[in-house]
């Protein structure tokens, strides 16, 4: 039976205005619930209790996993249980670490990245749906790609697939719904609106999401120490391109990754 734990005292990345809960999500997992809701308030908290805990680890702890509301905690029970952390099972060892954590003096919310820049060719093969973005706001295709390569995005999760970022802050003049019929096959480095977040596909997948443009960059590798280009909390704008730069930029990925 899932466990809950009710935070009777909200402080430091545990804020007082979101209800925190800590659940077990399996015997190897714990997930930290923030909230119900999306924003970037919420996002601020959740990256920056990531990294606290990250550069200040529990013995066992394997990997974090963000989401738009939570953090999952995945560690190695064995590991955890022979620990000198307080509590009699690997739960409780865990929860009562983080709660710790949680409540620790905080000095800076986080260390936010550079804002990473993503070109994108829009429009045309890259672009097949830019026309029904462009009609369902009553825009030009040209407005379209103005609007999206002007706009300061942040990536709330990674998600769906290995490397899929969902970003937020697009301008709500393109919002547009996910398509009624999922394509087949969706190319790696499409970029996509669905409903008012945008997002880049970083392999070849099925998917709804409404694709305006494609990007040369390899969004997932995992020859990388950093496999996905993109995590949680990160800033991204994008570059519009022309075909001759795309097909550039293509050929130089490809170079580098079998360098």
Request: with cysteine; aromatic share 12%; proline share 6%.
């Amino acid at each position: 039976m899932t466990r809950f734990i009710d935070m009777a005292e909200q402080c430091a990345y545990f804020s007082a205005d979101y209800p925190v809960n800590i659940y077990a999500l399996s015997e190897q997992s714990v997930t930290v619930e923030f909230g119900t809701i999306i924003s970037e308030e919420l996002l601020n908290l959740i990256t920056g209790f990531n990294q606290f805990l990250v550069q200040n680890p529990f013995p066992g702890l394997i990997t974090t996993v963000p989401a738009y509301a939570s953090l999952t905690v995945f560690f190695d029970p064995l590991v955890v249980i022979a620990s000198d952390l307080p509590g009699k099972f690997s739960f409780d060892k865990v929860s009562q670490y983080l709660k710790k954590i949680g409540c620790a003096k905080r000095e800076e919310s986080y260390t936010r990245s550079d804002t990473i820049v993503i070109p994108v060719c829009y429009g045309g093969d890259f672009g097949p749906d830019i026309s029904a973005v462009a009609q369902t706001n009553h825009l030009s295709t040209k407005e379209v790609i103005d609007i999206h390569a002007s706009g300061l995005y942040t990536v709330f999760m990674i998600g769906f697939v290995p490397g899929f970022a969902y970003m937020g802050g697009m301008d709500t003049r393109l919002t547009t719904p996910r398509k009624a019929v999922p394509d087949a096959k969706i190319p790696a480095g499409a970029v996509g609106i669905a409903g008012g977040q945008t997002g880049i596909y970083p392999m070849e997948t099925p998917g709804g999401w409404q694709i305006i443009g494609r990007t040369p960059l390899k969004m997932f590798d995992v020859s990388r120490s950093q496999p996905s280009l993109l995590k949680g909390g990160d800033q991204v704008t994008f570059k519009s391109v022309g075909t001759d730069e795309f097909n550039t930029m293509l050929q130089n990925e490809y170079e580098n990754q079998h360098y």
